[in-house]
């Protein structure tokens, strides 16, 4: 953690529907298999890295460029081909690689790189995405703060922008209708991703958690493993 060291919009999915999809894919193995996803044929030149990884501005906030060229080319984002059938919007993830999917059309999915918690920190499980929130502010909870006493100093909050640890986007996990205080979230620390060094969350690149955002909606499906 630091000291606080083209964008479209997504298509809700009818809750009611994706649920009963996703379990009917749980209870037949579909959702068992890890990693999920593999590199389908000819995609990587989906993406121009440079142009993707970029400078940009997003809401008025100057979003560095990412020296991309300085992380695994799993830990990009890319396309791969996935089980056919699977709803659109639906995220997983395979936490031994450190990669996120979500699928898109009919036998593809987008794969990024991610950063997780630390053994015994770190979230998995089914949840629902209740609320996808752009440069929000964050507030450490009262189990982090005893952790790391450093961290009562930002006791009241930190707003939305570069130097707050939730970065660019924020996707917040619910699971049983609860809140699981876990996120899958942005961050600048480029260098992190890859890594388990998170105080449980999910992180991702700046630049990718903006694009994951237009490609899900509230409701979306987590099942993070």
Request: include cysteine.
């Amino acid at each position: 953690m630091s000291k606080i060291s083209q964008y479209g919009s997504a298509t809700p999915f009818p809750r009611r529907t994706f649920l009963t999809v996703f379990f009917a894919l749980a209870a037949n193995g579909t959702l068992t298999a890890r990693p999920f996803g593999s590199p389908s044929a000819g995609s990587a030149a989906e993406f121009d890295y440079s142009a993707i990884y970029g400078k940009g501005s997003d809401h008025g906030v100057d979003l560095p460029a990412v020296p991309y060229a300085k992380l695994e080319k799993r830990l990009l984002r890319h396309v791969v081909t996935v089980e056919p059938g699977l709803p659109s919007g639906l995220i997983w993830t395979d936490m031994s690689r450190h990669n996120l999917y979500v699928s898109t059309t009919s036998g593809q999915a987008i794969r990024y790189g991610i950063g997780i918690g630390r053994q015994g920190v770190r979230w998995t499980g089914k949840g629902v995405v209740e609320t996808i929130r752009t440069w929000p502010s964050w507030t450490p909870t009262r189990e982090m703060r005893d952790r790391w006493p450093e961290l009562e100093a930002y006791g009241e909050g930190v707003p939305g922008g570069l130097q707050n640890p939730l970065g660019a986007r924020a996707l917040y996990i619910f699971e049983n209708g609860r809140d699981t205080l876990y996120r899958v979230h942005g961050t600048p620390e480029w260098w992190s991703i890859g890594r388990d060094m998170s105080s449980g969350c999910i992180r991702m690149l700046n630049q990718d958690v903006i694009d994951l955002s237009t490609r899900v909606a509230t409701g979306a499906i987590i099942d993070a493993r």
